[in-house]
T-cell receptor, first 113, second 114 residues
Framework: DQQVKQNSPSLSVQEGRISILNCDYT??????FLWYKKYPAEGPTFLIS?????DKNEDGRFTVFLNKSAKHLSLHIVPSQPGDSAVYFC????????????FGAGTILRVKS | DSGVTQTPKHLITATGQRVTLRCSPR?????VYWYQQSLDQGLQFLIQ???????AKGNILERFSAQQFPDLHSELNLSSLELGDSALYFC?????????????FGPGTRLTVL
């Protein structure tokens, strides 16, 4: 039962353009959503998060959008840089679940220079 | 460098064997989490400890067990290993145990069961 889904295994974009990574969830109890970035041979690192009371959160080149009615969130990276090439994981948690994170399968982003 | 250390980096063993994975949290963090990432899947939550006590449990197999010691390091024990246990095992730590507390991940231990 995949509660968090990232349907695109990979995405390739040109340097300087926008990267859009998508994530869908099924559990209505989720109230906090996160994006993690992972380079090879390293653990995931926190990138940006959003609470369910918001529909947008911005941090520099990274913006996360949340559409609760569609149970969908997306991560926008503008402009994309070659150093952004990594695996991006969407994760969600519910306050009732403590701090347990439920992860999607990840999307490999390649930014071409 | 997240400050979370995991040993060993790689582990190759045979079916039926038992292994122990070790995790040292960031200095000052009281909570430790274990996640399993199998091929082409997301990280699956296994178990959480907070200051030595089990705090939350995910879909952890009965063949797996974990503990957190007084110095706050944690060990994940995997026994009667099967081919399907081959995966990356990540440890994470956080200051607190409650919701919305940022988790910092170690580099993982890659387990290969032959």
């Amino acid at each position: 039962d995949q509660q968090v889904k990232q349907n695109s295994p990979s995405l390739s974009v040109q340097e300087g353009r926008i990267s859009i990574l998508n994530c869908d969830y099924t559990n209505s109890m989720f109230d906090y959503f996160l994006w993690y970035k992972k380079y090879p041979a390293e653990g995931p690192t926190f990138l940006i998060s959003i609470s369910s009371i918001k529909d947008k959160n911005e941090d520099g080149r990274f913006t996360v959008f949340l559409n609760k009615s569609a149970k969908h969130l997306s991560l926008h990276i503008v402009p994309s840089q070659p150093g952004d090439s990594a695996v991006y994981f969407c994760a969600a948690s519910a306050i009732a679940g403590g701090n347990k994170l439920v992860f999607g399968a990840g999307t490999i982003l390649r930014v071409k220079s | 460098d997240s400050g979370v250390t995991q040993t060993p980096k790689h582990l190759i063993t045979a079916t039926g064997q038992r292994v122990t994975l070790r995790c040292s949290p960031r200095s000052g963090d009281l909570s430790v989490y274990w996640y399993q990432q199998s091929l082409d899947q997301g990280l699956q939550f296994l178990i959480q400890y907070y200051n030595g006590e089990e705090r939350a449990k995910g879909n952890i197999l009965e063949r797996f067990s974990a503990q957190q010691f007084p110095d706050l390091h944690s060990e994940l024990n995997l026994s009667s290993l099967e081919l399907g246990d081959s995966a990356l095992y990540f440890c994470a730590s956080s200051v607190g145990a409650g919701a919305y507390t940022e988790q910092f991940f170690g580099p993982g231990t890659r387990l290969t069961v032959l």
